[in-house]
């Protein structure tokens, strides 16, 4: 059985600072290419960051210099370090598994940029 378990979310303040992870389990995580998207209220998904299965990665404009995806493959944990947050980074934050004939979700972690 696939899960991905996304944790690490919550309140904090503009400015601030959290980091996400995401446990993945029933799959040979090195193989698949992984991904965080996020969903404000009322807005589509939208595709935050990538990092391949060589580690190469990419950003969404909005979040390019305050967010870094890193993977460690020996702990099938993807991470999203995000700094500098602003209120519109508040969305439900997805992880994703990916692979030519795979796509996996995870069930999602709430962040909230408020003061």
């Known amino acids: 059985q696939v899960q991905l378990v996304e944790s690490g979310g919550g309140l904090v303040q503009p400015g601030g600072s959290l980091r996400l992870s995401c446990a993945a389990s029933?799959?040979?995580?090195?193989?698949?290419?992984m991904n965080w998207y996020r969903q404000a209220p009322g807005k589509q998904r939208e595709l935050v960051a990538i990092i391949t299965r060589g580690q190469n990665t990419n950003y969404a404009d909005s979040v390019r210099g305050r967010f870094t995806i890193s993977r460690d493959n020996a702990k099938n944990t993807m991470y999203l370090q995000m700094n500098s947050l602003k209120p519109e980074d508040t969305a439900v934050y997805y992880c994703?598994?990916?692979?030519?004939?795979?796509?996996?979700w995870g069930q999602g972690t709430q962040v909230t940029v408020s003061s």
């Open positions: 029933g799959i040979i995580f090195r193989l698949y290419a």
């Open positions: 994703n598994a990916n692979s030519p004939n795979r796509d996996y």
